[in-house]
């Protein structure tokens, strides 16, 4: 059971810190049909690490050494990422934080595979799936997610390393909790936002 308002404002719960992975070792710039860029989903940038050589900024290793809990997707980048944030410590991997599906709609042409993110994020959100996790799941998915972390942050500070589309899906529901972003880091490699409970 989730900690109720009451509960939170008696336990005056830890921020809620929520941060992109950092630069994955996959190369977005390749020129892919739909049935490529599908390949190229499941089997290069699904399963990729990070690229080597990145540095976790100052700020958010802080915050992680200050949190009661580190969390972290089940994908490698954002595994990857929680360990150069927090690397003393042993995340806990949920795949509840996984990216939400890309499924590419199956048009004519080639375009690079980030383009195709584009179109396929687009079509997506439109409710085109393909038989794979669609926007109705994915929202149920990020209401779960949050509702997670929102009851990890009633123990202290908590950080997430997951996904920038997810992440953003985790927005509404912190905020239909009483959750306010606090900083906004934007959406780049490596970016976070830190939310905090403020009861209405």
């Known amino acids: 059971m989730n900690p109720s308002s009451t509960d939170l404002q008696s336990l005056s719960p830890g921020s809620i810190t929520i941060a992109r992975h950092g630069?994955?070792?996959?190369?977005?710039?390749?020129w892919l049909d739909w049935r490529g860029y599908e390949d190229w989903w499941d089997n290069e940038y699904q399963p990729a690490g990070l690229v080597e050589g990145q540095s976790a900024p100052d700020a958010?290793?802080?915050?992680?050494a200050e949190s009661h809990t580190v969390f972290a997707s089940s994908l490698r980048r954002a595994i990857e990422t929680a360990?150069?944030?927090a690397p003393d410590r042993a995340p806990v991997i949920d795949p509840v934080f996984i990216?939400?599906?890309?499924?590419?709609?199956?048009?004519?042409?080639?375009?690079?595979?980030k383009t195709w993110g584009?179109?396929?994020?687009?079509?997506?959100?439109?409710?085109w799936s393909r038989g794979r996790e669609s926007r109705a799941d994915a929202e149920a998915r990020a209401r779960q997610a949050?509702?997670?972390l929102i009851e990890a942050a009633a123990a202290g500070?908590?950080?997430l390393c997951a996904h920038g589309w997810f992440n953003r899906m985790m927005r509404p529901q912190l905020r239909g909790s009483g959750w306010v972003c606090v900083r906004d880091g934007g959406d780049t490699y490596w970016s976070w936002r830190r939310y905090e409970y403020r009861p209405r």
């Open 99 to 113: 990216e939400a599906e890309l499924p590419p709609p199956p048009m004519p042409g080639r375009f690079m595979a």
């Open 146 to 148: 949050a509702d997670q």
């Open 60 to 64: 958010l290793i802080r915050a992680a």
């Open 23 to 30: 630069r994955p070792d996959a190369n977005r710039e390749r």
């Open 83 to 85: 360990q150069a944030v």
């Open 157 to 159: 500070p908590v950080v």
């Open 118 to 127: 584009v179109f396929a994020r687009c079509s997506w959100w439109m409710g």
